[in-house]
């Protein structure tokens, strides 16, 4: 389903008001709350993008960025954060 977007961020009130959004858009999105459950999903769903966080528990966003790109070179990633300092 090419309109299924990954949502990894360990902010539930972020997540449901990014869902509600990109519903309004036509998308269904799915969430993670950690790096490890997003690299799960990512490698058995089927996802027109990722949407991730830099801090998260676990491993950081950074590292499940690099795991992601090794699981799915060509998949598009956003990355965000809502720390200044990163």
Do not use: C
Request: aromatic residues 6%; glycine residues 10%; negative net charge.
């Amino acid at each position: 389903m090419k309109n299924r977007i990954l949502l990894i961020d360990d902010d539930k009130g972020f997540a449901e008001a990014i869902t509600k959004k990109l519903a309004i858009e036509g998308y269904e999105v799915d969430w993670a709350a950690s790096g490890e459950e997003g690299l799960k999903k990512a490698d058995s769903g089927d996802y027109a993008a990722v949407v991730l966080d830099y801090l998260l528990p676990g491993i950081n966003g950074l590292e499940t960025l690099e795991r992601l790109k090794k699981q799915s070179p060509s998949m598009p990633v956003i990355f965000i954060t809502a720390h200044g300092d990163h």
